[in-house]
């Protein structure tokens, strides 16, 4: 069955840099897009950024653009996002989701919390 | 501030029928596919609809979507206590290149 198991998240300071990994099974990774979205403590859901497929598309939100970099390993059925220059306001869950159709599949989140 | 807009709140007693409003623009819901997601507490999002009017797979028919020029609408007939959940529609919007979220709609069945 399709799984997106979320890691690396923690405890952080303010201005400094955290990597997630999101690891895909049960499909062909290579063939979807995926999405990061978070949901801040006690908030509603906010869209992050997408890589496409092939890798040759990548858009961000306007709060992570410049700081969040979206990158993904079809070898290893990985999709990363590295956070860097993090904030108190990006903590949050973060959540990997595959994108075929609309959003379908979620992992079940990992939690960043950037507090000094 | 979500550019999707939806209704903070609504409730409805068993069996009732309720529907949930979804309002955007014309680079968005006017022009793209809305999906909505359940969220119960403490778990991650779940699709409902995709397409605007698709069911995804094992979702019971008494959830429905539509769509009509820049607003979208999650309709559930027949309300069962566990349909109590927070609700969300979201659209990719061709001016952002982004996927906006609603604000979100807090369901509570009386």
């Known amino acids: 069955q399709v799984r997106l198991v979320e890691s690396g998240g923690g405890a952080v300071q303010p201005g400094t840099s955290l990597r997630l990994s999101c690891v895909a099974s049960g499909f062909t990774f290579a063939s979807y897009p995926i999405h990061w979205v978070r949901q801040a403590p006690g908030k509603g859901l906010e869209w992050v950024a997408v890589?496409?497929?092939?890798?040759?598309?990548?858009h961000y939100a306007d709060s992570v653009r410049g700081r969040f970099t979206i990158s993904r390993d079809n070898f290893k059925n990985t999709e990363y996002l590295q956070m860097n220059i993090v904030r108190p306001e990006d903590t949050a869950v973060y959540y990997c989701?595959?994108?075929?159709?609309?959003?379908?599949?979620w992992g079940q989140g990992t939690l960043v919390t950037v507090s000094s | 501030q979500s550019v999707l807009t939806q209704p903070p709140s609504r409730s409805g007693t068993p069996g009732q029928r309720v529907i949930i409003s979804c309002s955007g623009s014309t680079s968005n819901i006017g022009s793209q596919n809305v999906n909505w997601y359940q969220q119960l507490p403490g778990t991650a999002p779940k699709p409902l609809i995709y397409h605007s009017d698709q069911r995804q797979s094992g979702v019971p028919a008494r959830f429905s979507g539509s769509k009509s020029g820049t607003s979208a609408s999650l309709a559930i007939i027949g309300l069962q206590s566990e349909d109590e959940a927070d609700y969300y529609c979201?659209?990719?919007?061709?001016?952002?290149?982004?996927?906006?979220f609603g604000g979100g709609t807090r369901l509570t069945v009386l």
């Open positions: 989701a595959r994108d075929g159709p609309g959003i379908d599949y």
């Open positions: 979201a659209a990719w919007d061709d001016s952002l290149k982004a996927v906006l």
């Open positions: 890589k496409s497929k092939d890798g040759s598309n990548m």
